[in-house]
């Protein structure tokens, strides 16, 4: 029975790896566009990683652009250039996963803003991630738990719970997951990070009312992947549940991570969202590409 489950694994893995080979990348980089003041600016770089402008401040949440990851070929790419960002104030890591905490993405993101303003910028990550990440060149680096806050100038950081794992390898099941709402008494924006669907979506709503949702739509399929992955239907019932004006979806169509096709999770979101009526509240957004609210 074993082998048999290694075989299975080994032959689904060669699926991914043979399609990621074969397809050409697409996709545009463009330059940031910034805010205005008093505008909150969404920029979607690829895959989870996003460029945030929310009071004053300048963030990026899960940079990853690499071109591969490991032997999977990055079938978009990124949005933006680490090169073009403005100086970052703060980087926001959810989970230790190798698409979400890209070591090599994190140190020349640093060593951008160091050469820039001769300062560091702020890492934020959960619990038990900090001796990943030390020695990549941040100010400080800061452990968040659950419903933990910390204050960033005008930006209040709290993160939120999330049903997945946060392992970097096998057996090192210690480390934190979850996410980050951000708001400035203005503006509000949650990242849920990689995670299933759970009743903590209503929680979350409840307690910090973000404006804006990021939720993830992809890597679903197999069945079994919905133990620690969104569905598109899934992540439409989350957004309902926390009571965001707006969700913006992620995590798909970077990286060929599961079975599904890559160009489904979109359209099956925006089928699920046309059934319930609020197709107006979700905003797919083009890499590069900014939204401001």
């Known amino acids: 029975m074993l082998n048999i489950s290694i075989r299975r694994k080994a032959g689904q893995l060669g699926r991914l790896v043979r399609h990621s080979a074969m397809a050409r990348r697409t996709g545009r980089t463009h330059r940031p566009v910034l805010a205005v ?4 600016g969404v920029t979607f770089i690829g895959h989870s990683s996003f460029f945030l402008q929310i009071g004053g401040c300048n963030i990026v949440i899960d940079p990853i652009f690499a071109p591969w990851l490991f032997v999977l070929k990055r079938l978009r790419r990124p949005g933006l250039r680490i090169q073009d960002l403005p100086p970052l104030d703060a980087v926001l890591v959810t989970h230790a996963h190798f698409d979400h905490l890209h070591r090599p993405s994190l140190r020349a993101i640093a060593r951008a803003t160091r050469r820039k303003t001769g300062r560091k910028p702020l890492l934020i990550v959960p619990d038990n991630v900090s001796d990943l990440v030390n020695d990549l060149g941040f100010e400080r680096v800061v452990e968040l738990r659950w419903w933990e806050e910390f204050r960033l100038r005008k930006i209040r950081i709290t993160a939120t719970p999330a049903k997945h794992w946060g392992a970097r390898v096998i057996r090192d099941m210690h480390r934190g997951y979850g996410g980050y709402v951000l708001t400035d008494g203005n503006h509000s924006i949650y990242h849920s990070g990689d995670t299933a669907y759970f009743d903590g979506f209503a929680e979350i709503g409840d307690r910090l009312s973000p404006e ?8 679903y399929y197999p069945e079994s992947f919905r133990a620690v992955h969104t569905s598109p239907e899934d992540a439409l019932r989350a957004f309902m549940d926390m009571g965001a004006r707006k969700m913006i979806p992620m995590h798909f169509g970077t990286f060929k991570l599961s079975q599904e096709p ?17 197709e107006d509240r979700i905003r797919v957004l083009e890499e590069g590409v900014a939204e401001f609210f």
């Open 262 to 278: 890559v160009d489904e999770p979109v359209k099956r979101l925006l089928s699920a969202a046309r059934r319930l009526r609020v």
């Open 212 to 219: 804006i949702a990021l939720l993830p739509i992809g890597a």
């Open 37 to 40: 003041h008093g505008q909150m």
